[in-house]
Every structure is written in C-alpha cells, then in structure tokens.
C-alpha cells in the first residue's frame, strides 16, 4: 500500500494562500484545527507532508471545500514539463490523484493518474461533464460502470467513452491500482479533474 501523504510544495502553498486570503494566521488556525503552529508551518513550507484527516480538518477549518486545492491560478501554458517529483498531488480516501501538466496546459485536455488502494472507488454518484475520456490500466484491477454498462481492466486495458455518458469507477481488486485518465474535449468553464475526485468518502 502506498502512504496516504501529499508529498507535494503545491499543497503547502495552496494552504497558506487559502489561509492568507482569509486574513487567519497561523495561530488562529492553530486554534481552530487543532493543529500545532509549528506542524501548520512545516506543512505550508513544504518541509512535511500531509495526511489525508489533515487537509480534511484545515479545509474544514478554513471552510472551503477540499476541492479548493484544484484551484488554477498558475499561469496557462503551451508546453508543460512535469517532472515525476513534480506532480501536484491531493490524497483522498483510500486513494491519491496526481496531476500530469494538465492543471497549468492552455488547452481542453487533463490527464492525470489514479492510485486506489482495494475497494476504492468514484462514490455513489455517477459522474457526468463534457468532453471525452481515455483509461489506462497500469497495474490492479479497474472496473468502469458507464451508463450501466460494466469494463474490467487490467494491466494494458483502455476505455474511452464520451463523458456525457454517466460512469464511475472503483477497485475490485486486493491490490493497489494505477490509472492513467485522459479528459479531453470538455468546456473552458468546467474543470472535470475535480470530478474524479471521490468527496463523498470523507
């Protein structure tokens, strides 16, 4: 199993810009999370990681949603390089969504990659937005459910369905899975990424 850590600076200077937007300091959230200013600290300047119960309690404390960290603010680009140790990374129950470029791409393509740990899945709604979808099974087991229809992937399998269709995913499997999703064609206003993102868990 894979440790539940965002193992990303992003974060970290999400959190302290969410935080300084809001004119808390670190203290007042010290207080309101229950989290110790020195920990509240290291984790804003990048120097440890999160867990997953961590963003959730500053989230909450700071009373945005967890999808605040999809935010975009950095600049859109032609050409996007994302070194492996690079990624943005966000955790979520029983799994970790790692962003492949496509947060800062000038263009209606994301992807991005899935790790789910066993019997992880999308939640009990079905997912819905425009645009298409690709799938790659890397590694474990994948089943899709797409307008009622059920695909199950294993390493090398791929799917794609147009994502006006309703679909969700989860793990079947005992092992931890790896997938590589690819959104593309989908409306400058939406942000589909933030779709795959299983909150209903919490």
Same mark, same amino acid.
């Given at each position: 199993?894979?440790?539940?850590? !965002?193992?990303?600076?992003?974060?970290?200077?999400?959190?302290?810009?969410?935080?300084?937007?809001?004119? +808390?300091?670190?203290?007042?959230?010290?207080? %309101?999370?229950?989290?110790?200013?020195?920990?509240?600290?290291? %984790?804003?300047?990048?120097?440890?990681?999160?867990?997953?119960?961590?963003?959730?309690?500053?989230?909450?404390?700071?009373?945005?949603? +967890?999808?605040?960290?999809?935010?975009?603010?950095?600049?859109?680009?032609?050409?996007?390089?994302?070194?492996?140790?690079?990624?943005?990374?966000?955790?979520?129950?029983?799994?970790? #969504?790692?962003?492949?470029?496509?947060? !800062?791409?000038?263009?209606?393509?994301?992807?991005?990659?899935?790790?789910?740990?066993? #019997?992880?899945?999308?939640?009990?709604?079905?997912?819905?937005?425009?645009?298409?979808?690709?799938?790659?099974?890397?590694?474990?087991?994948?089943?899709?459910?797409?307008?009622?229809?059920? @695909?199950?992937?294993?390493?090398? &399998?791929?799917? +794609?369905?147009?994502?006006?269709?309703?679909?969700? #995913?989860?793990?079947?499997?005992?092992?931890?899975?790896? !997938?590589? +999703?690819?959104?593309?064609?989908?409306? &400058?206003?939406?942000?589909?990424?933030?779709?795959? @993102?299983?909150?209903?868990?919490?």
């Amino acid at each position: 199993m894979f440790e539940r850590e !965002a193992p990303s600076v992003y974060v970290g200077h999400l959190l302290r810009q969410l935080r300084e937007e809001r004119g +808390i300091s670190i203290r007042e959230l010290s207080r %309101i999370s229950g989290l110790s200013a020195n920990a509240l600290s290291m %984790i804003e300047r990048g120097r440890t990681s999160p867990s997953v119960s961590t963003l959730y309690r500053l989230t909450d404390a700071l009373n945005v949603p +967890i999808t605040a960290l999809f935010r975009q603010d950095q600049a859109q680009e032609q050409v996007v390089f994302r070194s492996a140790d690079n990624r943005t990374r966000i955790p979520f129950p029983l799994g970790l #969504w790692e962003g492949l470029g496509g947060e !800062a791409f000038l263009g209606r393509m994301q992807p991005f990659m899935l790790t789910l740990e066993s #019997w992880a899945e999308s939640g009990k709604e079905k997912i819905v937005h425009t645009g298409h979808e690709f799938v790659l099974c890397l590694r474990g087991k994948l089943e899709y459910e797409v307008e009622d229809r059920y @695909y199950a992937l294993e390493p090398g &399998d791929s799917l +794609i369905f147009a994502a006006r269709l309703t679909h969700r #995913w989860r793990n079947p499997g005992k092992t931890v899975t790896n !997938a590589v +999703i690819v959104l593309s064609g989908f409306e &400058d206003y939406e942000k589909p990424g933030a779709f795959h @993102y299983p909150l209903e868990n919490k």
